[in-house]
């Protein structure tokens, strides 16, 4: 049995790491664990939205005693990146409840979700400087993007562990809740998300990432455009019309 949990409830699903001894370090079994588990879930057409939670500590970072004798090959084979760069293009959206750290590649991993959602004594950051290296499993390129380049330096250079409410200043998380109530807060948003016209809200997913990829704002509204028109070959566009013209809940169908 490996290390990745996974439940499914009410069109969510909800991703584990069980390795509390090491306050759910991340190693490259466990990281192909949960690319591999993801992969699955994919074929799993009754899900509309993935949480990333894991209990007490999010993930205190890649596992250093696995990293610190590597060599330059040896690091490279230790790489997050394919595994992260796929969730951060999965196709429903994601939230990453974060209790307890969320640092280095447990922060980055953090990065690859949609929405952030951290409890009161959460502690996040990036300490790979204090360690000799920098982040390598998309924080350079993330974190800049997220928050932008002055916030993502101050973070990455100092290496210091902030708190969820600085983290909430620098637009790091969506929102703080207390500790007790980050899945449930998690879980709320995600079932209302379900609830949502699920092709579309797949659909728009794809394009804000693509958007924020594009070079120009013109390329982005016409992919946009295009996107959007295609909508309307679909079932749930017509029945969520439908349902609010007939004063009605819409049953959506995913198609
Ligand atoms: N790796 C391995 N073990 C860890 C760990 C980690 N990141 N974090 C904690 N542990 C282990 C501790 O060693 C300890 O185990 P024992 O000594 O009991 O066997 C156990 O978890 C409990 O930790 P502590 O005793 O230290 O607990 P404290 O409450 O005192 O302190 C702490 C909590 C989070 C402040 C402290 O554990 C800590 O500083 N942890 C390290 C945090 C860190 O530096 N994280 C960043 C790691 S570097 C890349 C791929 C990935 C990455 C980069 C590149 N490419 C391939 C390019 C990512 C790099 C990183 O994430």
């Avoid at 949990?5 to 079994?29: G, Q, T, W, Y």
């Avoid at 005693?65 to 330059?72: G, I, L, V």
């Avoid at 995600?190 to 070079?215: C, F, H, Q, T």
Wanted: proline share 4%; hydrophobic share 45%; net charge negative.
């Amino acid at each position: 049995m490996g290390f990745v949990r996974l439940v499914k409830e009410d069109h969510i699903a909800i991703l584990s790491v069980d390795r509390p001894e090491a306050l759910n370090a991340l190693s490259r079994e466990i990281v192909d664990e949960m690319g591999e588990v993801l992969d699955e879930l994919k074929k799993d057409s009754s899900i509309y939205c993935l949480i990333f939670h894991s209990e007490k500590n999010f993930a205190a970072g890649a596992d250093i005693k696995r990293m610190a004798d590597c060599d330059e090959e040896g690091a490279k084979a230790f790489c997050f990146s394919p595994v992260y760069d796929g969730i951060a293009e999965y196709p429903i959206p994601t939230i990453a409840a974060i209790e307890g750290y969320a640092l280095g590649g447990g922060m980055e991993l953090a990065l690859t979700a949609d929405i952030r959602i951290a409890g009161e004594s959460a502690r996040m950051g990036f300490p790979e400087v204090t360690l000799g290296i920098f982040p390598g499993a998309g924080g350079t390129i993330r974190a800049p993007r997220l928050i932008g380049p002055s916030f993502a330096k101050e973070l990455i250079f100092s290496g210091e562990k902030i708190s969820a409410a600085r983290a909430l200043e620098m637009g790091l998380v969506n929102r703080v809740v207390p500790d007790d109530s980050v899945l449930e807060e998690a879980k709320k948003l995600a079932s209302k998300i379900a609830r949502r016209g699920p092709v579309a809200v797949r659909m728009v997913k794809d394009v804000i990432n693509r958007g924020l990829e594009m070079a120009t704002v013109r390329e982005g509204t016409a992919y946009e455009a295009s996107q959007w028109a295609k909508l309307f070959n679909t079932y749930d566009q017509k029945e969520g019309m439908h349902a609010f013209m007939e004063k009605r809940k819409p049953v959506y169908e995913n198609r």
